[in-house]
């Protein structure tokens, strides 16, 4: 009653998940029409629990007369169904849900009967007790999907085989067959349940082996007849065949089966995303998601096993959940706890012969422990209520924190719709912008909402903006945040980066973007290896046209239009990490927006900069000297510059930083000198020489300039680094640096600001020790 309870009292609250539309719709073309066209992908089952209650609505449009009945293109007929035709949907959902409610509290039923009959009455008890309150049953008992359908039947489907195996009779030989052909038509990974009766059948025949294969071929027909009479006793050909062959629609199911499993679907995990998931997927879902009581129950029991084993009562229990989870690590359908949902009641029942276990000492464990750990465990459950699909434990930070490890069916189905629309009324809200994964349609809950994506694209809706939201109100949920379908999985990156407002059913994020009282004027493009943005699609991404352009080389060059103030950069990855200009003139304090590269996007960071060039760590302050000489030595004139020390009236240095002031042969020394731009220049194509000089001429030459003078506005700062190699075959002895800048149409030097007669055209900036 507790379970039915808690799965009843949530129907109302919850709107369509992702899936459920289409196994509704399914179901109710099967019920009406007897026809099979929408089967496909799932075997009959659900579709007949699901839509017999759905007579009692005789007000709903017959299947013949929905759009898209003739072309069976079941994502249009489910929308229309349920959207476009005036339905009661809450009323549909609620006839549709209350048989697999039932469904899942007669397995209840099974999973206490069968640990009674093999630990004891306590042992039944606790496990009854633990799967009342066992939230990823309650989440999924009360949806239209066929996981749920699989769980129970496949339990009960081994529980009816062990009966047998026990005692062969031919009744017990025909409920086994029953028991698994429902089980075949609820869900296709159940055909593991005949290899796994198989073995089972194999350790028990001993000297009964005839009759075992007698057996097992009458289970099979069974099962294969119940399986056929689901598909209505279809008989028609294999596609291209002329051969005539039963349910054929099943063996087409498994085929496309087996051809997604090879194409791999979408997964989500810690960050992560593939196509083709990881092997630990499931065993971090089940970490993540099993209540931490259970999970030490199974510690405790796999403990009693280990020390005294009990095979032949055990392995009926044990066998299917080892056998069911090893193949779903081997699976690239890595689609969400769900999958391995089967092996719950078995885990259940297994974990409950803890109570059974009267030898364990310290005896008060169990007698204080225990009974405190599963009133912990229910009144979790309750507390979740309605929101056992967002469950997961305290090693995930609880429900709060599960979308940093895993989304879609783990987390965010596309159930919390109508909370969505209940919140926003609260705050006054009058339109939302709407990123949302699921299928229900929100202006039937009469909600106003911008959709963040483009329709039938997974590209930014007009207006807007990820990198730069426009102000107002954005509901996002955790699936779309995180990108797990998204060929941009990082398209919302700039949402991560900020607290929600609110957590809808821990499922949905609603954010308020506030307007920037200071927005900024300019866009720094490093374009090295290559620009990864067009000026396009920064307008789509940014929402600005008003923007000054500024192109540099960032593997040797950084560029502070205006001196600072508000802006943004645009590093592509390849040159943004700590040992690169961006990482250390900027810092991650000033990401707004990471692309990371994945599924063949470019990977680029968004910086956004407010304030003073941030050159005085990097170039210090130092003297600057000006002399006739090459390398001047102790007699000759050297006269010291203030700086800033003007060049040619148009750009004044800064300051500089050598990496060191010694050098050794075939090393380098690297110089980062710092730049103010103070007029337009007069001969645009320059570059900044750097050079490593003795009294015989430059030992090691760095020019290069990475922001094209062109592009110079007064007021710019820049900052240049150049690489000084220092030979092999170099002498030992001291050599100066010089920078200075030249026009490489004509390669004659700007003249030096404030030095002594004669003019010179360079700058000496300290002397290097080559040893």
Same mark, same amino acid.
Request: with cysteine.
């Given at each position: ?9 949530? !129907? ?12 509704? #719709? ?73 048989? !697999? ?10 999973? $206490? ?62 409920? #086994? ?16 349940? !005949? ?27 069974? #099962? ?33 089966? !087996? ?70 690590? #081997? ?34 464990? $169990? /007698? ?35 979308? /940093? ?163 943004? $950069? ?109 007029? /337009? ?91």
């Amino acid at each position: 009653m507790a379970f039915f309870a808690q799965a009843l009292t949530s !129907i109302p609250l919850k709107a369509p998940t992702f899936d459920e539309e289409f196994h509704i #719709a399914r179901a109710y073309a099967y019920v009406r029409t007897s026809d099979l066209r929408m089967q496909q992908n799932h075997p009959p089952l659900v579709s007949l629990l699901a839509g017999l209650p759905l007579v009692l609505m005789p007000e709903l449009t017959p299947p013949e007369e929905i759009p898209h009945w003739d072309d069976a293109f079941l994502f249009y007929f489910a929308d229309s169904l349920f959207w476009r035709l005036g339905h009661d949907v809450d009323k549909l959902l609620f006839l549709a849900r209350f048989p !697999i409610i039932l469904l899942g509290t007669l397995l209840g039923v099974f999973v $206490y009967r069968w640990a009674r009959e093999v630990y004891g009455r306590r042992a039944g008890l606790l496990a009854m007790g633990l799967y009342a309150f066992a939230p990823n049953v309650l989440a999924h008992t009360r949806l239209v999907t066929t996981d749920l359908a699989v769980t129970a039947c496949g339990f009960i489907a081994l529980y009816a085989f062990r009966r047998y195996l026990r005692r062969p009779t031919l009744w017990r030989v025909i409920l #086994a067959g029953l028991a698994i052909g429902l089980a075949l038509a609820a869900k296709l990974s159940a055909l593991l349940v !005949i290899p796994i009766c198989g073995v089972l059948a194999l350790l028990e025949s001993k000297h009964r082996t005839v009759k075992m294969l007698r057996d097992g071929v009458m289970v099979l027909l069974v #099962a294969g007849v119940v399986v056929w009479a689901f598909y209505r006793f279809e008989v028609r050909p294999w596609p291209g065949s002329t051969l005539p062959l039963p349910a054929t629609t099943y063996l087409l199911n498994v085929r496309t089966l !087996i051809g997604h499993a090879d194409r791999g679907h979408g997964a989500f995990l810690m960050g992560q995303v593939s196509m083709h998931g990881w092997w630990y997927y499931f065993p971090v879902a089940f970490l993540l998601k099993t209540p931490p009581a259970t999970l030490l129950l199974l510690g405790a029991a796999i403990g009693n096993t280990v020390r005294r084993p009990r095979w032949r009562v055990e392995l009926p229990v044990l066998l299917f959940p080892v056998a069911y989870f090893v193949f779903a690590l #081997a699976s690239s359908l890595d689609i969400g706890y769900r999958y391995i949902l089967p092996i719950a009641p078995f885990l259940l029942t297994y974990a409950a012969k803890v109570a059974s276990l009267d030898r364990l000492r310290p005896a008060w464990l $169990y /007698r204080r422990v225990l009974p405190i750990l599963v009133i912990l465990y229910a009144g979790v459950s309750l507390w979740l209520h309605p929101h056992y699909l967002a469950y997961f434990n305290l090693l995930a930070g609880g429900p709060d924190g599960g979308y /940093r490890y895993l989304v879609d069916s783990n987390l965010d189905w596309g159930q919390d719709l109508k909370l969505l629309k209940a919140d926003l009324d609260e705050r006054g809200i009058d339109e939302v912008w709407l990123g949302y994964l699921g299928t229900a349609d929100p202006a039937y809950y009469g909600m106003r909402c911008r959709p963040l994506l483009a329709p039938g694209t997974s590209s930014p809706a007009e207006g807007f903006f990820p990198i730069n939201p426009a102000p107002g109100w954005y509901a996002i949920s955790a699936t779309v945040l995180q990108g797990a379908y998204s060929p941009e999985p990082d398209l919302f990156d700039w949402f991560r980066r900020h607290e929600p407002v609110v957590k809808i059913g821990y499922s949905i994020f609603v954010y308020r973007v506030e307007p920037d009282p200071d927005p900024p004027s300019w866009l720094g493009i490093c374009y090295t290896p290559e620009r990864v943005m067009r000026d396009g699609e920064i307008r789509r991404r940014f929402g600005r046209d008003d923007l000054r352009f500024v192109g540099f080389d960032c593997e040797q060059t950084w560029v502070y239009p205006d001196g600072g103030g508000p802006g943004w $950069y645009l590093v592509p990855t390849a040159n943004d990490g700590p040992s690169t200009l961006a990482g250390q003139l900027l810092g991650d304090d000033q990401v707004v927006y990471r692309e990371r590269g994945l599924r063949e996007v470019p990977g680029y960071t968004v910086y956004h900069w407010h304030g003073e060039p941030g050159v005085e760590a990097l170039a210090p302050m130092q003297e600057v000297w000006s002399s006739p000489a090459l390398a001047p030595t102790a007699a000759d004139s050297v006269a010291p510059l203030h700086v800033p020390a003007d060049v040619g009236a148009q750009v004044s240095l800064l300051g500089y930083n050598l990496s060191s002031d010694q050098g050794l042969p075939d090393g380098e020394v690297i110089l980062t000198t710092a730049w103010w731009v103070t007029a /337009r220049p007069e001969d645009p194509p320059l570059s900044v020489f750097a050079h490593l000089i003795g009294s015989a001429g430059a030992l090691s030459v760095g020019d290069g300039l990475g922001y094209p003078a062109i592009q110079w506005v007064p007021g710019d700062v820049f900052v240049q680094r150049s690489r000084l190699s220092i030979p092999a075959e170099a002498s030992p002895g001291r050599y100066w640096v010089q920078v200075g800048l030249y026009s490489l149409a004509t390669g004659e030097r700007l003249p030096v600001q404030g030095a002594e007669e004669p003019a010179r055209d360079r700058l000496l900036l300290a002397p290097v020790e080559v040893r």
